[in-house]
């Protein structure tokens, strides 16, 4: 299907059915009628195909160029494309907002979306167009850019091209954006710089333009904090309230630093119902707000009256009083600008302003020009744009969702995962958590005892070019390109502790026992019984098992993300048989062989799970069952009328292939370990897991969000860590203090933007060492020549205590000195850069080794940063990825970062006279994620 053009700026592709026009507030074009609306419209008009009968919705197949901008009103999107110039729109299941240079082919929609068609003659050239290599409106100087006519960025720093549009529009992006450089490319594409460097000579007509990052940050007319603007409770179609925020939000889009002003004119653009200018500095637009809460930080309120909707119902105040602002923290050697007030009632001043404001924008550049690693196809969302609209959000991380255990399934806990229950609260947890180096080989015997060079129909073919057929296509016959793997190479092994998943099951196992007493074991045994059967050290690794019960460890094919989502919640009937069909009867299946499981395992087209599969290892308990050796889609009546527990389908006995094992009641499984692995293909043969860089998944493993994906899934949540949590970081913190500090409380950030910078940089970062020819880059211990007592303090607590749910040795990389470190700053400060990251400034004077993110293995060192305030300091527990270090013994050496570079190090490692206590300084703020922030008490 294709699109027919039709008067005005838009074709829609899809029915009216799927757009509620009142919802979006849209001019009802439909069947051609126009609204009176139209004033409320950011385009001229919307002209949409009238309804089509039975023609169900669509969406972009092969999208070129794709970038999300989350959940906006489809006014709201249609002005956000013509903003930065976009061909097509994809409203994605009639609520999200995806922007398109190119769409290719149409595919049915199944949620209700529709594509929009945009011609991009529109606005683009105007009689004010500068002649190619021209300056515009031909002089050196517009409004607040400088141009410097037929020249490029030879050294672009942070460049983000953003397409074909006018230059007009290039400079409204950019002021948008807060950007200081535009190269204006061959006179047509708009590109965004943070800085240039040197000029070169342009041959095809470009032309650069300078802006000054002050202008519109602050002016005489901004509010006071807490304070309407402008001093009255109404500003032209605002109404305002002052000193609150909004306790709910929805559809809420973060736009940074900028002016009031700035802010209300971008609302408009944009037809955004209510603005809040967050701590009297930061744009975010909402549509709706839902209750007010008190404000601490001098936050207000613009209701937008253009919209006929209702105000909020009722004002519920969360906070009795607003809290004091901490006073201005001593100067450290942080080399981040860190937010300097006087007092909540008064100005914040202007240099802590432009701090705050600084630093935000750097995090918005940084964030908009993340590259992928690998390319990315055509059909995929763009992974170079991890979060556009950035929503920050503070949760509480709940206890657990998992059920404690009872008394009698606490007894049936496996030894071999070390928990010890010595009170009612161990008997509740819900972890992920790495299996140890030391038991990888274990998994990989599995593998290897339990592969079988047998293809079946059910591989798919790995050319994505052969039908299915008996047997499996050429592809993967021996001799096929690239053929059946010849076997597995181990990457990881996630072990799954969750009491309520596991009590659930040990109760299941009780019935089945009680019901069944001693069941018949099949007639052969299955692979990974036997395997475990003659290996002692398996055993010991993977935990006995119940044969009465017919109780066996099975294979389970996924694709990484569902295996962690099964991890976290468990099988899900419901959908049983989405993946492989229902040979035996909806149910969950399972594979003795490797090989066969593997069948169902997919990878990712590309990132950081490309060529990794997995496979979940379950525990299945088999009971009684039922024995077939041919399709049998009614197998399941036998467990219904009670007769069995679950389906051995041999289609071993019969067609040589493979035994699968089915069960119907999700309970007889508990899905104990993630199996990642690589496939092998001829000559090729599985290698010793390396411990100093494993590899690990693309988000830590204890985290909530551990099986999004970054790239196209944005969050940014603050969650309050549970009391376990808080008591490990509280031992972590003892262990690195002479003193007795408390922690009082902590949160975890959990942000895809930040954490997509230091994957990216640990990438950069592995790939150098990769170069070298090297497994590890020197590690403290070994440049501080004290082999034995060298060790990076927070790694050698680690090594010590129980950290899995916290930061553990095995999510850490410590080839690429990958560690924890302490940051003490004041609790403005902390929490902007829990926020938006770190900033390094180039200071000329006053740092004691040069300019970069300083940390410390000391907690005393870093909390003689912060400032005290009743009581309680702020500190944050970073990772830190320090690659090759420079090392020092002088007591002070502020050229030890040039010194660094001119070496090829990436960080300084400063054990001032040889004494400590030890200081290591980061060059980039991409080497530094600020995972918790802690508040103590010392």
Known sequence: MTATPIAGCWTAVGPMSHHPVGAVRTPAIWHGVLSARRSLSPVHAFRTQPKLANTPARYCSNQASASRHGSMSLTACMALCKSMNCQFIQYDCNTDCWLLDSCGTYELSTCGSSTYFRDLTWGVVSATQPQPGACFPNTAQTGEFTCTGNMYCSNQASASKHGFMSLTACMALCKSMSCQFIQYDCNT??????????????????????????????????????????????????????????????????????????CMALCKTMNCQFIQ?????????????????????????????????????????????????????????????????????????????????LRRLRAKRQMAAVTPVTPMPTDSPDRSKPARVRVSQMDEEAESKAKPLSDATAESLPDNWGRKIGSKQDLTFDDLVYVPHADLNVFQTLLNKTYRPIPTQDRPCPNK???????????????????????????????VEDSGMFDRYVKRRSDIRRKRGSCKPPDSQFFTAAAMEHDAAMKSALGSVDDDTNEVFLWHGTQIRKGLA?????FDLSFAGSGAGTMYGKGLYFAESCTKADEYAKDEDDGHYEKIHAMLLCRVCVGNYHYVTDRDPSAIDHFHRGDTDSTIGDRAAAVHTYREIVVYDADQVYPEYLVLYKRLHKGQHAQPVSESRPFVLELPVYWLN????????????????????????????????????????????????????????????????????????????????????GHSLTTSLLREKHTEDTVSLENIQYGLNEMLLWHGTDRAAATVIAEEGFLVLDAKHGRRFGNGV?????????????????????????????????????????????????????????????????????????????????????
């Open 706 to 789: 551990v099986g999004k994906n970054p790239f196209t899934e944005s969050f940014n949540v603050h969650y309050k860590v549970r009391e376990k949590i808080r008591a490990t970081l509280q031992r972590l913190a003892m262990g690195c203090s002479a003193n007795k500090p408390r922690v009082v409380s902590a949160r975890r950030v959990e942000d895809s933007s930040l954490w997509v910078r230091y994957i990216r940089k640990k990438s950069s970062l592995g790939n150098a060492l990769d170069d070298r020819g090297e497994d590890k880059f020197k590690p403290p211990n070994e440049l501080d020549g004290k082999p034995e007592t």
């Open 465 to 495: 070019k052969c039908d299915k057929q008996k047997g499996g296509c050429p592809c993967v016959q021996r001799g096929g390109d690239p053929g059946l793997p010849t076997g597995y190479q181990l990457m990881r092994v996630i072990r």
């Open 277 to 357: 200018y967050d701590c009297n500095t930061d744009c975010w637009l909402l549509d709706n707000c839902g209750t007010y809460a008190i404000s601490t930080c001098g936050s207000s309120l613009y209701h937008n009256t253009l919209f006929n909707t209702p105000t909020m119902t009722s004002i519920a105040p969360v906070l009795t009083a607003p809290v004091p602002v901490p006073a201005p923290p001593p100067s450290d050697d942080s080399g981040v600008v860190v937010l300097t007030s006087i007092g909540g009632g008064l100005s914040v001043v202007i240099l802590g302003m432009l701090g705050i404001f």
């Open 854 to 938: 300083y940390l410390a293995e000391d907690l005393d060192k870093s909390l003689s940063y912060a400032p005290e305030v009743s009581g309680r300091r702020h500190v944050l527990l970073c990772r830190a990825v320090c690659g090759d270090m420079h090392y020092t013994e002088q007591h002070w050496e502020s050229s030890a970062d040039s010194t660094a570079k001119k070496n090829g190090k990436h960080s300084v490692l400063a054990n001032p006279d040889g004494v400590g206590p030890r200081e290591y300084v980061l060059f980039e703020e991409d080497q530094v994620y600020p995972e918790y922030l802690l508040e103590i008490e010392s």
């Open 566 to 570: 099964i991890a976290q919640d468990d």
């Open 189 to 262: 594409d708009c590109w965004l710089l943070d800085s240039c460097g040197t000029y070169e000579l342009s041959t095809c007509g470009s032309s650069t333009y300078f802006r000054d990052l002050t202008w519109g940050v602050v002016s005489a007319t901004q509010p006071q904090p807490g304070a309407c603007f402008p001093n009255t409770a109404q500003t032209g179609e605002y109404t305002c309230t002052g000193n609150m925020y909004c306790s709910n939000q929805a559809s809420a889009s973060k736009h940074g630093s900028m002016s009031l002003t700035v």
